[in-house]
């Protein structure tokens, strides 16, 4: 029987020491986070491109590439597998007629975030974890709230003030311990250490605290492949914050390669951030691998407010080695972005996702992109989880039961 995961080890991002995945990890002693490895020989004999397209259309049908040893364990909602759909009006207007947007707004919870958090739980509740702590911006705490009510596990979950409203009844409706914080989402960490430290079974979630939450979101870069023929487009935008997204895809197109199921160039990798918050940005643009916390973080993407992320290396990393950019977009431009898509395409999207779109006509005015590139932006997330973007304005009211 082929083997349901090929998972070996785990290694330390910065100093590639080997370390045990059978047992609750955090980071590394180096303080990094922990990459999980594969057999990637194994993998490749167990399974092939053409057997994993008659699989259910899940993240699940990599699972040989994912870190659950039994499928038993398996927590689902059905997530993966969303749409790459072309953006023929928006594309023609920016100048990018190949442009395809993977719509991440229709997964469970309504945002990427359930991909990390189905492998996390998944994973944490094999191993034998009581209950999941983590801080978030919002959907991620959501997404891990429900996922951990799914597993029967117990979640504890801390935000900053301004957090998404719809997010926050996420995690209640759900069961979880829901905390918030007057400050920003490394307030939030601050707190769930402490609680953590204090309770017996807990398993701090925290962005790259934990290696699995990053083995669900490497998923988007497989399915994007797949989509297009297991072939890789030209340029791939993604909103930054805490950086697992980037980090991920990077991760699973280093693996296709690997495994020989994609060959070529790599695509070109962009980190699009606000400019009220871009330390990825500021840092990509003094060529540096390390990023420094900008002094008064603040945008309307709040998913991306992140002002030090424990990642930043591995996302700078992922940046410089695929010869791509890093992009910041005013609160303005994405807002702009996020209406003229709706109007363009029929679909709503969040903002960070519309930090994206923003960023691509950026790059296609300085030349950066070329008309003739296939350019992939990601959408995080739906609109919907983020009504206050949109104004309505008063509805004209039929008069006499006539419109006017």
């Known amino acids: 029987m082929p083997d349901h995961s090929t998972l070996s080890h785990l290694e330390c991002s910065r100093e590639g020491t080997r370390h045990d995945a059978d047992v609750v990890q955090g980071t590394s002693?180096?303080?990094?986070?922990?990459?999980a490895r594969y057999d990637l020989d194994r993998a490749r004999s167990s399974v092939?491109?053409?057997?994993?397209?008659g699989r259910p259309p899940d993240l699940w049908r990599y699972h040989e590439l994912l870190p659950v040893r039994d499928p038993a364990q398996v927590v689902t909602m059905g997530e993966g597998m969303t749409p790459l759909l072309p953006l023929p009006?928006?594309?023609?207007?920016?100048g990018l007629p190949r442009l395809l947007m993977k719509d991440e707004g229709l997964i469970p919870t309504g945002a990427f975030k359930a991909r990390g958090a189905a492998v996390g739980v998944s994973r944490a509740a094999e191993l034998g974890v009581r209950a999941v702590a983590m801080p978030t911006n919002g959907n991620a705490g959501a997404a891990w709230a429900c996922y951990a009510a799914r597993a029967g596990l117990g979640a504890l979950i801390a935000m900053p003030v301004d957090a998404p409203e719809i997010t926050r009844r996420e995690v209640v409706v759900s069961g979880a311990e829901l905390y918030l914080v007057d400050g920003l989402i490394g307030d939030a960490g601050r707190l769930v250490a402490d609680a953590v430290a204090r309770r017996s079974g807990y398993q701090?979630?925290?962005t790259l605290r934990e290696p699995y939450r990053l083995e669900g979101k490497k998923t988007m870069g497989y399915e994007?492949?797949?989509?297009?023929?297991?072939?890789a487009p030209d340029v791939i935008l993604y909103p930054t914050g805490g950086g697992v997204g980037i980090i991920a895809i990077h991760k699973a197109l280093q693996e296709m390669r690997e495994l020989g199921w994609l060959t070529g160039p790599m695509p070109r990798l962009v980190a699009v951030q606000a400019a009220g918050c871009a330390p990825i940005v500021d840092a990509f643009d003094a060529g540096l691998r390390t990023s420094e916390a900008p002094a008064d973080p603040h945008t309307v993407a709040f998913g991306i407010t992140v002002p030090k992320a424990l990642g930043d290396f591995l996302v700078l990393d992922a940046v410089y080695a695929t010869g791509g950019t890093a992009v910041a977009v005013t609160d303005d431009e994405l807002l702009a972005a996020q209406h003229a898509l709706a109007r363009d395409e029929g679909t709503w999207i969040c903002p960070e996702g519309a930090a994206c779109v923003a960023a691509a006509g950026r790059l296609r005015e300085s030349g950066w992109l070329d008309g003739g590139d296939?350019?992939?932006?990601l959408n995080t997330g739906s609109g919907l989880l983020y009504p206050d973007t949109v104004v309505a304005e008063p509805?004209?009211?039929?008069?006499?039961?006539?419109?006017?």
């Open 29 to 35: 002693p180096a303080g990094a986070p922990l990459l």
């Open 48 to 53: 092939t491109p053409a057997e994993i397209a």
């Open 374 to 377: 296939e350019v992939v932006v």
């Open 204 to 206: 701090d979630t925290s």
């Open 224 to 231: 994007i492949a797949e989509q297009l023929g297991w072939r």
């Open 89 to 94: 009006r928006a594309g023609a207007r920016l």
């Open 395 to 404: 509805p004209v009211l039929a008069k006499d039961g006539i419109i006017p």
